[in-house]
Every structure is written in C-alpha cells, then in structure tokens.
C-alpha cells in the first residue's frame, strides 16, 4: 500500500560573497538566473501499483493540511492522511472501504470549518445511476471521522466515470464539476440532477475539471487541458455566469497546467509548460502571463500562497522538480528551487500542492523504477538579501545596509545580524549595521522562510 509520507523540511540558504569598499549590491533573481539545487531524500514506495487519477487537498482552520486519495481500482480505499504546517506527516484515517471507482476527487473545507469531500464511483458495485456518480462525504474540522451524504449524489452515469472533479463553496453553495463526455459539466449545490435543468456543460475534448474562486469577485472560474483545435488549457468563468473563453498555449497532456486563484486580490491563474515543451510561463485568467523558466519541461502546476502570492511548481522526466513563489503583485519570482531526481526516476506525472501559510507542499506522482506512486515534499520561501556598504568612518567602521526582500517585496521585521549585532528591518526591508574592516556573514530569518546569508569582506 502506498502511503503519502512526509519528508523532513527542506531548510535552504541563499548564500553570496561581496567584496566591498564601496556601496556594492548583490543582484536580483530573474527566470534566467540559475536555479538553487536542493539535495534530498525520497520516501519508499511500498506498493507497485498505485492506480489512482488524482489526489485532493485542503486545509482546515488549525493549519492542518487534509490530502485524499485512492488505493485500488475495484474495492478501492479511499484514504485521509493529515499534515501539520511544518510537512509532518499527522496521523492517517479511513474514509471507506470496497468503494467502486478510483476516479475523481475533491475537496473543500465548508462555512462552518467541517469538511466535504466529493468522489466518483459508488459505495458498492453495480448500483443505479441514481445511487452513483459523485458522491459526497462528510467530517468535522479535525477529519478522521467520515460519514457519507446518502442525500447529496449527482452526476449519474457519466459522475461515475469521471477521472477528474473540482470543487469550491461560495457563501456557502457549493460549486462542482466533473469531466464527462468530453467536456466538463458543472453542478450548483447539493441537490440530486434534475432531468428539466440538466448541468451545462464547458468545452469540449477537456481532460480535466479544477474550478478557482477568484477571491475578489468570487468568480468561479474552470481550467482543464484540451485537445480541440491546436489544444491547449481551456479556462472560462463558470460560475455565477459564463464568462469569456480563453485558450492557453499549454501542451496537451494532463499534467502541462494547472489553475489556481489567490488568497487575497483578484485574479485566476494557470501555471503551464508550452506547447513546445521550452518553458513555463504563470497566465493570468483574461489576459497576461509573466516567464517563470525556460527549458524543456512537460509538467507545470500552480497553488496559492498568503497574501496574493501564487506558488509555481514544474519539472520534467529527467531533471525532477522546480518551485518558486511569485511577489505579491504576482509580476516577480523569488530564486528557483530545483528538487534532484530521485535515483531511478523514470517519469513525473501531475502534481498538486498547497502554499496558503507560505511554505509549500508538493505531492507528484513519480515514477521510480517500477514503482509509481504519490510523493510528498516540503519546502519553505527564500529571501534574498542584498548590501549597501557606506563610506568607512573615522573609526575604520562602514555602515552596511541591509535590504530584504521577498521577489521584490520588502521583508519587515526579519532579523538581520552579524557577529553580536542583531536587527530588525523596518517596513521597507531595511536595517543598519555597523562593521569594522574583516570579512562578516550577515544573515537573514523570518517566519516561514529560509534563513539567507550574505557574506561581505571590508577593506
């Protein structure tokens, strides 16, 4: 059985050395600059055969990130596994047993803090339309105990198959979709179909169904990858009217984008790898893209980060996995992490995360061997800092100033420190030093990012 496990925390540094006597600066991160190798483990697989399509996530007032997925193709196990803020693997539960499907899935945390969780299939084989599709489950913040909504049931026969769902709640109504009959259909609420209204229904040859709340408008908007006309990521608004469509130059498989809204400010965006296989760019729902890499990559992924941040994770078979967080106007990156294959890598599949509290779990679906599972990484932010060395005073002593920034956003309230001097910056990013004629490392920590440090040698 393959079981989600957490890796420990990648803690990661930005290091550089300045020679100064004179103001001298490091330089800002661009897509072009060269990306941060990150060495660390992978879990063991304990099965073979995962044979799941897609997993689900959400986290829930405490921090706690719930992820769903399933084991098994004919009476699959739907399982919950719990991770705390820092990556930690909490505790897992049983959602249910004998369930037939290993389709879709979603997951949403409602109004009231509880959670509900969506799948395709049926709690037994060979049950009416009426009794299968995508069914719903229940639990209460904490998870763990899951009971399923014998009440709330739709979709029927073409629920039932469908690989793909998405779900968000919008002052408390529910908002669906599932990928049937090549296009995806979406469902308001929890009510049973009803033959007179059926769900309308979006695209067509989509191979996907993931829905994104812009968190201004709330705006429901759905993006899935195509393979109509040249193909591409079809993304419309279809929620509470439809909105304009708009294709994305993406490539073609399931794993070359994905969507995603922001915690605060408007926007819906699709992180994707071109259609030509030589970059991945972060479009803006409507107009707009910004470049977050070059290269040959084939996966591409996007999740939301605090503040209006959007996090981008990407990758490719032969070099494993890269992640970056966007600046709060989402128009800058921070410096690119770049997580090694793992020996006997042989693929990556699509892959999901979740950054809301600023650092960023990745769950993609590797290949090692022959195994092929679902992995789990944890990483944080990184700072960058960079110096401004004044003119040295008549004691021999410069005043070095200290800027820190996250993609171009000042840091207030980092601690900046170099031997037995410590600093907090200011609203701007800025704190002041005063050091003598040596070689100093002046270091950088905040909450939820990376400890940075920069090394400065004063003549």
């Keep these: 059985m393959i079981r989600l496990r957490a890796l420990a925390p990648v803690v ?4 550089a050395a300045v020679t100064a006597s004179t103001a001298t600066a490091a330089p800002s991160h661009s897509a072009a600059a060269k990306p941060i190798p990150v060495k660390t483990g992978y879990p063991a697989v304990t099965d073979t055969a995962w044979v799941g399509q897609e997993i689900a996530s959400a986290r829930t007032a ?3 990130l719930h992820v769903v997925w399933i084991q098994g193709s004919n009476g699959s196990t739907i399982h919950e596994d719990r991770f705390s803020p820092a990556g930690k693997l909490l505790g897992t539960s049983t959602v249910a047993t004998g369930w037939d499907g290993n389709g879709g899935l979603a997951l949403v945390v409602q109004a009231d803090g509880s959670l509900r969780l969506l799948v395709a299939g049926g709690y037994q084989p060979n049950l009416p339309p009426s009794q299968s599709g995508v069914n719903s489950f229940t639990a209460p913040a904490t998870g763990q105990t899951w009971t399923r909504d014998t009440s709330a049931i739709w979709g029927g026969t073409l629920g039932d198959d469908s690989g793909q769902l998405g779900a968000v ?3 408390g109504t529910l908002v669906s979709s599932y990928a049937a009959a090549g296009g995806v259909r979406v469902h308001v609420g929890l009510g049973p179909d009803d033959p007179n209204h059926p769900d309308p229904v979006y695209g067509t040859d989509l191979g996907g169904a993931t829905l994104s709340e812009d968190a201004k408008t709330q705006a429901v908007v759905l993006s899935a990858v195509t393979i109509a006309g040249n193909g591409g990521t079809f993304v419309q608004q279809v929620y509470p009217t439809p909105g304009a469509q708009q294709v994305i130059p993406s490539g073609l498989s399931a794993r070359s984008s994905g969507g995603t809204a922001r915690t605060a400010g408007p926007g819906v965006y699709v992180a994707y790898a071109t259609s030509s296989s030589n970059a991945v760019r972060l479009a803006r729902y409507g107009g707009g893209s910004i470049a977050i890499t070059a290269g040959p990559h084939v996966m591409a992924t996007a999740c939301a980060g605090p503040d209006g941040r ?15 967080r966007t600046n709060k106007a989402v128009t800058r990156i921070e410096p690119v992490q770049h997580f090694l294959p793992p020996k006997d890598n042989l ?4 892959t999901w995360c979740a950054g ?31 110096l401004s060395v004044g003119p040295k005073g008549k004691n021999g002593k410069r005043t070095v100033t200290v800027h820190v920034t996250d993609a171009g956003d000042p840091v207030k309230g980092a601690t900046v420190g170099s031997g037995p001097q410590s600093k907090k910056t200011n609203g701007s990013g800025v704190a002041k030093l005063t050091l003598g004629p040596g070689k100093h490392t002046i270091s950088a920590l905040a909450p939820t990012y990376a400890k940075a440090s920069v090394s400065v040698t004063l003549g």
Excluded: K, S
């Design 62 to 64: 405490d921090g706690v």
């Design 347 to 350: 693929g990556v599949g699509e």
């Design 310 to 324: 959007v996090w981008v994770v990407w990758g490719n078979d032969n070099d494993g996995l890269f992640a970056t």
């Design 356 to 386: 809301d509290l600023g650092p960023v779990d990745v769950f993609p679906i590797l290949a090692i061997g022959a195994a092929r599972g679902v992995y789990h990484l944890h990483t944080v932010p990184r700072l960058t800092v960079t």
């Design 12 to 15: 990661l540094a930005t290091a």
């Design 169 to 171: 709640e919008v002052n």
